[in-house]
């Protein structure tokens, strides 16, 4: 099961009230150097990559819950806890194709035959020239819809952010400091079922299989 970061790890962390990316750094347990510090879409510049990170990024929200904060930075990082990433695998299971991607390296990690993704092989390449093109489409049309579904993924995940902030009555806007929000979301959570991991797995569920 993977770590994720206690509260305490993330005051030094904060919401951006316009994009809903994430801006700071954490402290405590193996804190990154100072000059490592992570920043959303509005305050991005074009510094490189930080050693053994593929991305400059410490900390990543839950894609579906929003309320477990995640060690990030690795092409084969996980976007979901371990409660929204055991129900968005069995769901894909179900339907045999990644309607819901679990990171970036969903399509290395399982593959599902028809009308799911199929991977290529060195098989292909001892196939027929009529057999083969079909794989090769096959493979383009299922690795162009895992991109569609990220940029679908992320978008929820960011509007239903900035809806969060906003019912938790943040001002429109507003720079909210992470662990502030990750107490009142789990607060509102424990009140409310409907704000529980399961109701917010039900709407990315909703969403996602509405935009196929």
């Known amino acids: 099961m993977e770590w994720t970061f206690k509260v305490t790890e993330l005051e030094r962390m904060w919401i951006c009230g316009t994009c809903a990316g994430l801006n700071g750094i954490p402290v405590g347990r ?6 490592q510090i992570q ?34 930075g690795s092409r084969f990082s996980v976007w979901f806890c371990e409660e929204c990433r055991l129900r968005v ?24 035959e028809p009308p799911g993704l199929v991977m290529l092989s060195s098989d292909v390449f001892r196939m027929g020239e009529q057999e ?39 001002p429109a806007g507003a720079e909210v400091r992470l662990s502030d929000f990750l107490r009142a979301a789990r607060a509102r959570a424990k009140e409310d079922p409907r704000f529980a991991k399961r109701g917010a797995f039900e709407r990315l569920e909703k969403h996602m299989r509405a935009a196929r």
Do not use: K
Not at 30 to 35: K, L, S
Not at 47 to 72: I, Q, R
């Open 30 to 35: 193996d804190a990154p150097p100072v000059e």
């Open 132 to 170: 083969q093109a079909t794989r090769i489409e096959h493979f383009r049309g299922g690795f162009m819809g895992m991109i569609s579904s990220i940029d679908r993924l992320l978008a929820w995940s960011e509007a239903a952010l900035l809806e969060d902030l906003r019912e938790l009555g943040y």
């Open 39 to 72: 920043r959303c879409r509005c305050r991005s510049t074009d510094e490189p990559a930080w050693p053994s990170f593929n991305f400059n990024e410490h900390v990543h929200l839950c894609e579906c819950c929003l309320m477990e904060a995640l060690p990030s």
């Open 89 to 112: 695998i069995a769901l894909n299971d179900r339907l045999r194709v990644w309607l819901i991607p679990i990171g970036r390296h969903s399509i290395m990690v399982s593959t599902y």
